[in-house]
C-alpha cells in the first residue's frame, strides 16, 4: 500500500513539474479573459479588461460586409441599433476560468496540442424596427420579380426573361444579426434564392401580337383562342368593325343548323361558291336557305342566333348589298365606344372576340363538344361541323392570315373586307393544338393591301413561333406524378 503511494506521489510530483513551466508562461500573458476562451470568435488572452473592451467595441462596430447574389451592400451597426452589453460579456468569460478548464489548457498546451475553447456568444441589443426597414429597403432595391418573356419582332418570336431574385426575409434577418454578432469575419451572404423567369405561354404570346401590332399605322384588334387550355389573347377584342364575309361564317353554321340532311347538290354549290369565292349573291342564298325561301327572314334568324350565342356586338340590317333609303342606327356596346372608332359598316357589324368566337364554336363542334353542340342539341353534328369546316378550306385566298404560316400547314379561314377594314378568321392546327386567330385592321379611307396582309401574316407567325416554343418546353418537360 505504501508503495503505491509512493508511485502515485512520484508521478504527482512530475506532473506538477511538467506543468509549473507552461503554468507559468501562462500566467505571465494571462489577462482578464482566460486563455481557452473566445468572445464571439475574437481572441482577447493576455489583454487587460480595457484591452479586451476596447477590441470587442472595435470589432463588433466595424461595418458589415452584405451580399445580395453578386451585389455588395455595407451595414453599419449603428443603423440599426446594434450595441454589445461588453461587461456582462467579460464576467461570462471569468467565468470560465475554473481550475479543471486551467489543468486541461495546461496539459494540451505542453503537449503541443490545439487547446480546446468556449465561446462566449455575443450579448446585443438592437433596434427591431430599424433592421426591418434595411430589409425592406435592401429587398425592394435588390429583389426582383422573374421577368416575363421578351418579344423579338425581329424573328417574331419570345426569349426568355430573366431569372428572378427573392429574398428569404427570415433567414436574412437571423443571418444579419449572426455577421453583426461576430467580431471577425464582417461578412454575411444573404439567402436569395434565383427563381425561373415566367413561362413562354399564351399571355406571353399576347406581348408579342401587342407589340407587332403596335407597327401598324392605324387601328387594329386581335382575339386568339387556343383550344386545348381555353387562354386567349384579346387586343381591342371588343371594337366594332364592318362585318363584310367574315359574317359567312355563323351563316354557313346555321344553313348546317337549318339541314335536316346533308346538303344536296345545289345546296352544295352554293356553299362552295361562298365559302371559297366569298360571292355576296350565295351568301343571300345561304340566308334564304335559313328564312326558308326568304332572305330578310334568313337575317332575323341570324340576328336571333347571335343572341343566343352570345355575339352580343354582331348583327345583319339586311342581306349583303342591299341598301336602304336610311342607313339603319342599330346600338351595341361595341359600336357605342367613345375611346376607338372605326366607322364600321352600318348594315353589318362584327368585333373580333365574335367573329372569332363563332370560329371556336364550329372547331369545337367538329371535336364533339362546345356552345353550338350545347344549344342546339343534335340540330348539329360534329360530322356537320366537320364538313363545314371543309367548305371553308376552298376558300383561295392564300394570303393574310395563312400567308405567314408554314408550309403544310393546316389551317382554314374567312376573310372579307371593305375599303377601309380588312378582316380574317383562322382556325389553325398548330405545334401546340388547334387555335382561333381573328384580326381586323382599319385605317381611315383606304386601308393599303401592302399594310395589312403582311400584318396579319406576321400575327400567325408570331403566334405559330411561340407555340411551337410552347410544344418543345412540354415535351422536354416531365409528365406529373399520378395522385395517390
Excluded at 163 to 187: C, F, H, V
Excluded at 251 to 279: F, N, W
Aim: include cysteine; glycine fraction near 8%; proline fraction near 8%.
Amino acid at each position: 500500500m505504501r508503495r503505491v503511494f509512493r508511485v502515485l506521489l512520484i508521478l504527482l510530483l512530475v506532473a506538477v513539474a511538467l506543468l509549473s513551466l507552461p503554468y507559468i508562461r501562462y500566467r505571465r500573458t494571462a489577462g482578464v479573459v482566460p486563455a481557452w476562451v473566445r468572445i464571439g470568435g475574437l481572441e482577447v488572452h493576455g489583454a487587460t479588461e480595457n484591452e479586451a473592451m476596447a477590441a470587442l467595441l472595435q470589432g463588433l462596430r466595424e461595418p458589415l460586409e452584405v451580399w445580395h447574389g453578386d451585389e455588395r451592400l455595407v451595414l453599419r451597426p449603428q443603423e440599426v441599433g446594434f450595441e454589445v452589453d461588453v461587461p456582462a460579456l467579460l464576467s461570462a468569460a471569468r467565468a470560465e476560468d475554473a481550475p479543471g478548464r486551467l489543468v486541461r489548457y495546461l496539459i494540451e498546451d505542453s503537449l503541443e496540442r490545439t487547446p480546446q475553447t468556449v465561446d462566449i456568444p455575443i450579448m446585443y441589443r438592437y433596434d427591431d424596427a430599424a433592421l426591418e426597414a434595411w430589409l425592406d429597403k435592401t429587398i425592394a432595391e435588390h429583389d426582383r420579380p422573374a421577368g416575363a418573356p421578351i418579344p423579338v419582332l425581329e424573328e417574331l418570336t419570345l426569349k426568355p426573361g430573366q431569372p428572378g431574385l427573392a429574398t428569404n426575409r427570415a433567414e436574412a434577418k437571423k443571418a444579419l444579426l449572426e455577421g453583426l454578432a461576430k467580431a471577425g469575419d464582417r461578412s454575411v451572404k444573404l439567402p436569395v434564392k434565383e427563381t425561373p423567369p415566367l413561362p413562354i405561354d399564351v399571355k406571353a404570346l399576347g406581348t408579342l401580337l401587342q407589340a407587332r401590332l403596335d407597327e401598324f399605322p392605324g387601328i387594329g384588334s386581335v382575339w386568339l383562342h387556343h383550344l386545348p387550355t381555353g387562354e386567349e389573347v384579346a387586343i381591342n377584342a371588343d371594337v366594332a368593325y364592318a362585318g363584310t364575309s367574315t359574317l359567312k361564317i355563323p351563316i354557313l353554321e346555321q344553313v348546317y343548323r337549318k339541314l335536316d340532311q346533308p346538303p344536296g347538290i345545289d345546296t352544295t354549290k352554293i356553299i362552295s361558291e361562298t365559302m371559297a369565292h366569298s360571292g355576296n349573291f350565295t351568301a343571300n342564298l345561304m340566308l334564304g336557305i335559313i328564312g326558308d325561301g326568304d332572305w330578310d327572314r334568313g337575317v332575323a334568324e341570324m340576328n336571333k342566333s347571335f343572341k343566343t350565342l352570345g355575339m352580343a356586338n354582331t348583327f345583319m340590317a339586311t342581306p349583303y348589298d342591299r341598301k336602304l333609303a336610311v342607313a339603319p342606327r342599330i346600338v351595341t356596346e361595341a359600336n357605342q365606344r367613345t375611346d376607338i372608332n372605326t366607322q364600321p359598316d352600318p348594315y353589318m357589324q362584327t368585333t373580333a372576340r365574335d367573329i372569332g368566337s363563332a370560329l371556336q364554336m364550329l372547331l369545337a363542334c367538329s371535336e364533339g363538344g362546345g356552345t353550338l353542340i350545347a344549344v342546339y342539341g343534335d340540330k348539329l353534328t360534329p360530322e356537320e361541323c366537320q364538313q363545314a369546316l371543309h367548305f371553308m378550306s376552298y376558300n383561295e385566298m392564300t394570303e393574310m392570315i395563312v400567308g405567314g404560316l408554314p408550309a403544310g400547314a393546316k389551317a382554314v379561314h374567312k376573310h372579307g373586307y371593305v375599303p377601309d377594314t380588312h378582316g380574317d378568321v383562322a382556325a389553325i392546327w398548330g405545334p401546340a393544338g388547334p387555335f382561333v386567330l381573328t384580326v381586323f385592321l382599319y385605317r381611315p379611307v383606304w386601308l393599303e393591301w401592302h399594310y395589312s396582309s403582311p400584318t396579319m401574316g406576321d400575327m400567325a407567325k408570331a403566334s405559330w413561333n411561340v407555340f411551337q416554343l410552347m410544344a418543345e418546353e412540354a415535351a422536354v418537360s416531365p409528365a406529373p406524378t399520378p395522385a395517390p
